[in-house]
Structures are given as C-alpha cells and as structure tokens.
C-alpha cells in the first residue's frame, strides 16, 4: 500500500533553531522528520511518511503572516502532500497562530485533511476552532506524548475517510458540532457522580456548555394596520390536504408556501396539518385554528386590516434545527418584502 | 417508605394453552388475552408476537413498553387509580418480571410513534432491543379519534402487563432488592452529614396526546408534589405520550427510572436520597411559573443541598426545565439537569429552545437529529406505513429494499431524558 505523504510545520524553537532570539528566521523546508516529527513517526507506522518539514520563525510569521502564509504554502504544495500536520503548539501564542492559520489554509486551499494541535487557552484557537481539527494539548512541551498520537491517529482516519467521533473520543477540542457517542456509564450514573462533585466544590465538566442566545428586538407597533398588507406564517404545519411538498413531521427540511387566493374559510376537506408534536384532530377538522384565515378574511372585508396577503407560509416547527428555522425565516422575509408586506402574523402550536 | 422487589428473570416467552410462568419462561394464551384487549369495542383487532434480542425484527410504530408487576404484600395494586383501584402503593413486596416487557404497536397516531430494532446498529440505540418482548399490536375501530384510539391503547397494554404480572404472584424471585426512602427526621437523624439530594422528576403533560398519568390523575391538572420513590417502582406513573420517540419516558421507564435507582444506590454512602418532587410540563406560561416555583420551594422546603432534574420531551419543555433549574439554584440548592439535544443533523444548530448560565451541569442523552441507516428486517411486527411520517423521518426515509434513513428520534427511548442510555454527546 502506498504510504500518506505527510507535511509537517513547527516553529523555529521545535527546530532547534533558537528561542525568541531566532524567531525572525523566515521559513525554510526540510527534507523528512525534524525534532516533534519523530513523536508523529511512531504513530503512523508504515502508513504514512514525513517527506519534509517547514519550519518557520513565530515572530517572521506573526509580524509578516500574508507573505509568510504565501511562502509556508509554496513549501507545502510543491511536496503534494496527503496529510498537513502543524505542531502541536501548546500554549505558545504565536507559535498557536501560525500553525492554525497555516492549518485552515491547506484544509481550504489544498482540501487535505490537515490537524494542528494546541492547548485550550492558545489564541490560536480562536483563529481556526470551527475550520480545522484541534487536537486538545497540555499548556507545555510535556504534553507531546499524549499529543503527538492522537493528532497522527487523526489525521490519518481523515485521510482514509474513516468516520470521526465525537470530540472527546478524538481528542480534538469541542469545535461545536455535537456528535454522538457511547459513554462508559449511563446518564443517570453520570448526573451523581456530576452533582457529587459540584456539591463537593470538586471541578466537573458539564456535557454541554450553555450557548449564547439570539435575541429579537420586537419591531415597532404597526402604524396604520388598515393600511397595510398582513401576512400569515406558521410553524404550526398548516398545508393544503395531503400535504404536497412532504414538510416533515418533526424537524423540517423545508417550508412551503401556498396561495389563498379565494380562500375565505379553512376546511377539513382542504387543509391540514403536517406537524408531528400535537393531536393533529383539532387542526385538521379546523385548520384556521392554527392559521386564521377566515377571521382575516373577516377583517379585511371590514377594513379593520389592508389586506391579507395572498401567499401563506407554512413549517413544522418540531424538532426543527435553529440553522434551519433561521434559513427559513430568512428566505421568507425576503419574499415578504418583495411584496411589500408590512406585517406578519406568526402562529406557532 | 419500604419496597421490596423480587426480580423473576424471565428467559424467554412462548404461546401456549396456559397463561403461566415455569422455570424462567413465560407462558402466554394468546387468545385469552386478545378476548381482554377486545373488550374495549374501540379495538378493532388485536394480535400478539414475541420478539428475541439478537433477531433480524423491527417493531414499529411502538407507542409503550411496559413491565409486567405485580403486588405481592403490602395496599394496592399494580396501576393504581388506572387498572388497580387507587391506593397508596409503594410499600411491602413487589415482583417484576425482569427480562421482558409489553410492546403496545399498531397504527395509532401516526405521527409520535417509534421504532425498535431487536438487532442491528438500531439495537445499540434502544434498551428494548435486550428484552424479551410480548408485541401487542392492535387495530382501531374505523373512524375513531385519535385521542380516544390513544387511550383505548394505552389501558389495553396496561390491562395485558397487569395481567401477566399476576402470574409471578406465587413466584419465588431470583433476586430480591430493598428500597427504603426515610421520613424527613429519620433521614436527618440517620445521616446527618451527609447531602440531601433530592430528584425533580419532569412529567410530560402538553396536553393533546402529550399526557402522563399519576394514580390516574392527568398530571398536567395537578400542581408539583410529593412522591415516594417505591410508589414510582409500584406503576404509580404511567405514559400516555405521543411525543417523539427517542424522549418519551415510556411507563418501563418510570417503573424503573435510573435516577431513582442510581440515588438508592448512592443512597447512605455518599448522599441522604430524600424524595421525588413530581412537576409537569404545561404549555402555558402562566402553569409553567407556577409549577417551577413550587419544585423550587419543595426542594427548600425538604432542605435538600442538590437536584437533578430529569426532562421528557423537546422544545417547548426545555422552558420548563430552564426554569426548574434556575429557580432551585437561585436557592442555594445545587442542580445536574438530565436532557437531550436537537442540534440539527450536521450538530451545528444550538440544542436546547431555551439556556442560562445558572445550568452549568449538564447531562445529555444525545443529539436526537443525528442520522443513522437501519437495514432492513427479515419481519416487520406492525406496519412500515408510517416510517416516513413518524418524528424523525422524512420523505424517503423508508427505501426500496426496507432499510431506513431516519433520524435517531424515530428509535424508542434513544435519547432518553432520565439518563437510561449511555448515549451521549460532544
């Protein structure tokens, strides 16, 4: 089998180059492993191969990063590698900056799979967190007998397209992309042994940090309603019978959108809903229960709104994933406004 | 409060002429049974199948599991307030046949109903696929409701548990646990230093097929209160939920909630296990605050130094959870919250509908949006009918050669909230 050919970046200091008094030593490439690389070497065996090492000053990358990113680059391609290695950098900032930037620009540029290492208060985390693995690492050097093996693991079940874990199986620091995995105990066992340390002042780590919130600023009240255009949208799963564009049950992949032209009074011959999370008995015999159209209808025959706007929107929103509730919204605002509708009536269930 | 259960393993289930139990096997009439489910002229037909852990079967569209129990000594009896008259249970002896469970299956709602593999990647997702199960699957009567072919379901599954639990009445248990919950002074008496941990038990109670029951009483009708462990383990709490698979705490799971018996386990050594405080999870706002201050002043009222709270359901619920959480921690009590994630199929979306930073211990049962490909089954107990309609699926979802591409939500109890699984994520 043919070996992985594998490129590796460190730093000035892991080249034995020279602490910070070296660290303006712009890049240079050589051939095969150099000082950390034999740490990589052990763990990929006869699977892959370290055919040159870019090593670069952290401060000629720091102080010179466009140019210094374009050298490191040609560097890299000229070898046609298959694996990108960089690091691991521990805590060392610049050191951490350079390797994550140069890490996302081969996944990106090159798209090889490409890991660097580093510890979790690096400022380099921050630059390449959501784009390229980071393989979670001590605050110093001491750290590279755990690091080394599991950032070349990686990189190797990247390169054979092998599936990925979830962060704590990989090693990689938490990038926020939830993924599965069987524990050794069951939850229930884990919340004890979490609440007996949490009552014990002892350090715990919770399975799922809180996140930060989007919040909505209402709009303004609407100044003159019997003026303006409203619009019904619901993620209470109100279509036409059957269903025509199979929204889903419970997390949707789509909205539809569907024309009430004429449409004075929903009925259960005509509408329904798709929504999974409720008795559907009550929507489905009366549909405007969740969409009320007929009462809409009454107001605009009585001047009491401008009009009702022709097209409805419709999701189910159970289960949905906020990115996709966002994407929705967004492409339906659009078309809102294009019609210059000036209100809108969201229902939910 | 003190229980003792006698644990009857049941090695395997097989149809005969005589409902018993002998050696380790159940023995089942099926037509004395399906006589019982027909009772209730809201069902139409009604069949029973077994299942074994490890065969190429898929059970679908699962709407409860339930073990069969029953009481040995002690007031009550199995289901109280539903099939059982309503007496205080939890007390005395109770035999569990261990091993199996009652599967109720059939077109029932169509749309919150689950899937459970006896084998396969789909296996690994379900506790159920390691039991031996006796699949009741029934047919409703044309044109019913759907909330009246619920209920008719949810009795007739609770009627054929009661019912084969009778026959381990006389049985000698292979295994026999105690469980005792001390009165509030004995507790302190007994483990002064010790912490008083207390467990926020979350029931499922939206309303419109989303209902759990508590002696009978549709809890989301009553306020947050009191109950004894045992009297959980006694069949005290039953399902009647129609909400997504993976998170419904099925009446199994209340009969043998993992936190309850994680606690008992704990319970003398490392912490004083106090009690249960039952709340629910209404829609609206104004039951929500209502319910979450009263678990918050129960817990103070009990001088409890911790919680865990466990959810059941998505979305909506995470408010309530939110709040349970917050408000006890806002009195210096310390809480872990039991829940599960719908982060999206890529795991990039945030999880829950609702956050606080005061919910700094978290435990997850995983991410119920991740997809997963169960092949196709040698048999089908139930109907593929809804495969792509049920919470989880999608158009398509049932492929030509029977296999599955769904979301992890389709599968009975995958994600559950009580922390049953060892299911988690990162």
């Given amino acids: 089998m043919k070996k992985f050919r594998v490129v590796h970046y460190i730093n000035q200091f892991f080249a034995q180059i020279g602490g910070e008094e070296m660290a303006h030593v712009p890049p240079e490439k050589r051939e095969g492993l150099v000082g950390p690389g034999l740490a990589l070497k052990q763990q990929f065996g006869d699977e892959a191969e370290i055919v040159a090492t870019v090593v670069c000053g952290d401060s000629y990358f720091g102080e010179n990063t466009k140019q210094a990113l374009e050298e490191v680059m040609a560097m890299i391609k000229e070898e046609k590698p298959d694996i990108f290695i960089a690091g691991p950098a521990f805590n060392a900032g610049r050191y951490g900056f350079a390797a994550a930037t140069v890490t996302k620009a081969v996944k990106e540029e090159l798209g090889i799979p490409a890991v660097t290492g580093m510890y979790e208060e690096n400022p380099g985390v921050d630059v390449a967190l959501k784009d390229v693995y980071i393989v979670a690492t001590g605050n110093s050097a001491a750290g590279m007998r755990t690091a080394a093996p599991l950032m070349a693991k990686l990189a190797l079940k990247l390169a054979k397209g092998e599936a990925i874990g979830a962060s704590i199986e990989e090693g990689f620091l938490p990038n926020g992309i939830r993924k599965n995995f069987f524990d050794k105990e069951r939850g229930s066992a884990r919340a004890v042994s979490m609440l007996e340390k949490k009552l014990a002042d002892k350090p715990f780590t919770t399975e799922y940090p809180m996140p930060n919130f989007d919040r909505v600023k209402p709009n303004p009240a609407v100044a003159d309603i019997t003026k303006t255009k409203v619009a019904l949208v619901t993620s209470g799963g109100i279509v036409p019978k059957g269903n025509p564009d199979h929204i889903e049950s419970s997390s949707a992949s789509k909205f539809g959108e569907y024309d009430i032209t004429g449409v004075d009074d929903l009925t259960a011959e005509t509408f329904e809903t798709a929504h999974g999370g409720y008795d559907p008995v009550y929507a489905n015999d009366d549909a405007d229960r969740v969409l009320p159209v007929d009462i809409l209808r009454e107001y605009e025959k009585a001047g009491k709104i401008g009009k009702l706007h022709h097209l409805y929107y419709s999701t189910v929103g159970n289960g949905t994933a906020v990115a996709s509730a966002k994407k929705f919204a967004e492409e339906i605002a659009k078309r809102l406004l294009a019609e210059k509708v000036g209100a809108v009536i969201l229902t939910s269930t | ?426």
Wanted: aromatic fraction near 6%; hydrophobic fraction near 40%.
């Fill in chain 2, 1 to 426: 409060m003190r229980l003792e259960l006698g644990n009857i393993d049941i090695r395997e289930i097989r149809f005969a002429e005589k409902s018993e139990i002998k050696d380790g096997v159940l023995y089942v009439n099926q037509e004395e049974i399906v006589a019982k489910v027909l009772e209730d002229d809201l069902i139409r037909e009604a069949h029973l199948d077994i299942t074994v852990p490890g065969e190429s079967v898929r059970i679908t569209p699962v709407k409860d599991v339930i073990q069969p129990r029953v009481k040995v000594e002690g007031p009550g009896g199995m289901f109280p307030g539903v099939i059982a008259k309503v007496d205080t249970v939890g007390s005395g002896k109770t035999n569990v046949l261990r091993g199996m469970a009652v599967v109720t299956a059939g077109r029932i709602v169509g749309f919150q109903e689950g899937i459970i593999d006896m084998s396969g990647p789909g296996a690994d997702y379900t506790p159920f696929s390691q039991l031996n199960n006796l699949v009741l699957v029934m047919e409703p009567k044309e044109g019913i409701k759907q909330h009246d072919y619920e209920r008719a379901a949810r009795l007739a599954g609770l009627k054929t548990a009661a019912f084969i639990g009778e026959l381990a009445k006389n049985i000698t248990p292979d295994e026999t646990k105690v469980y005792e919950t001390l009165t509030v002074k004995e507790g302190f008496e007994k483990y002064p230093d010790l912490p008083r941990i207390g467990y926020v038990l979350m029931l499922q109670t939206q309303g419109l097929l989303h209902d759990t029951y508590v002696y009978g009483v549709d809890a989301k009708q009553t306020l947050t209160t009191l109950i004894s462990p045992t009297e959980i383990m006694d069949g005290a709490i039953i399902s009647g939920n129609c909400v997504s698979a993976c998170d419904k705490n099925t009446t199994y799971h209340h009969q043998n909630n993992p936190v309850i018996e994680d606690l008992f386990e704990a319970h003398g050594k490392t912490l004083n296990f106090v009690g249960v405080i039952i709340t629910n999870e209404n829609v609206y706002l104004a039951d929500k605050m209502r319910s979450s201050d009263w678990s918050a002043k129960l817990a103070e009222y009990l001088s409890l130094d911790g919680v865990i709270v466990s959810q059941e359901g998505f979305g909506n619920p995470d408010t309530d959870l939110i709040m349970n959480c917050t408000k006890i921690e806002k009195k210096g009590i310390k809480t872990v919250i039991i829940t599960d994630e719908y982060a999206g199929q890529d795991g990039k979306s945030q999880s829950l509908a609702d956050a606080d930073p005061l919910a700094d211990a978290v435990v997850t049962g995983g991410n119920a949006n991740e997809v997963i490909v169960l092949p196709p089954m040698e048999k089908i107990i139930g109907t593929l009918d809804f495969v792509n309609k049920i919470a989880g699926g999608h158009d398509g979802s049932l492929r030509e050669d029977g296999s599955i591409e769904a979301e992890i939500q389709v599968i009975t109890g995958s994600t559950n909230e009580m922390g049953f699984n060892k299911l988690s994520a990162r």
